[in-house]
Nanobody, 124 residues
Framework: QVQLVESGGGLVQAGGSLRLSCAAS????????MGWFRQAPGKEREFVGC????????YLADSVKGRFTISRDNAKNTVYLQMNSLKPEDTAVYFC?????????????????WGQGTQVTVSS
């Protein structure tokens, strides 16, 4: 198993930036594809992006392309979500997740382990 703990959320004005971190413990971190999802009140959990095991490739949702980036440091067992040019519609609880499978997934069902989430609120 792997345990995931997110941090870095908070309140920011539109146009501002935040960097979320997700620290992992347990099994070898580098064996997991790591994903970020978000869930706004009354909405389903949606894919934000993911990063391959080596960190060589990332995939981002169209809604965040050009504004968000994902990176990981396997030596520190941590994955990051850098969020720039934030908009009020980015307001949500952000979750990191770990996928032990072979294929890269962009749906919540494809991920095996989840963090507890961190709140991001963007004011207009």
């Amino acid at each position: 198993q792997v345990q995931l703990v997110e941090s870095g959320g908070g309140l920011v004005q539109a146009g501002g930036s935040l960097r979320l971190s997700c620290a992992a413990s347990g099994r070898t971190f580098s064996s997991y594809v790591m994903g970020w999802f978000r869930q706004a009140p009354g909405k389903e959990r949606e894919f934000v992006g993911c990063i391959t095991r080596s960190g060589g490739s990332t995939y981002l949702a169209d809604s965040v392309k050009g504004r968000f980036t994902i990176s990981r440091d396997n030596a520190k067992n941590t994955v990051y979500l850098q969020m720039n040019s934030l908009k009020p519609e980015d307001t949500a609880v952000y979750f990191c997740a770990a996928d032990a499978g072979i294929l890269i997934s962009m749906t919540p069902r494809g991920y095996d382990y989840w963090g507890q989430g961190t709140q991001v609120t963007v004011s207009s």
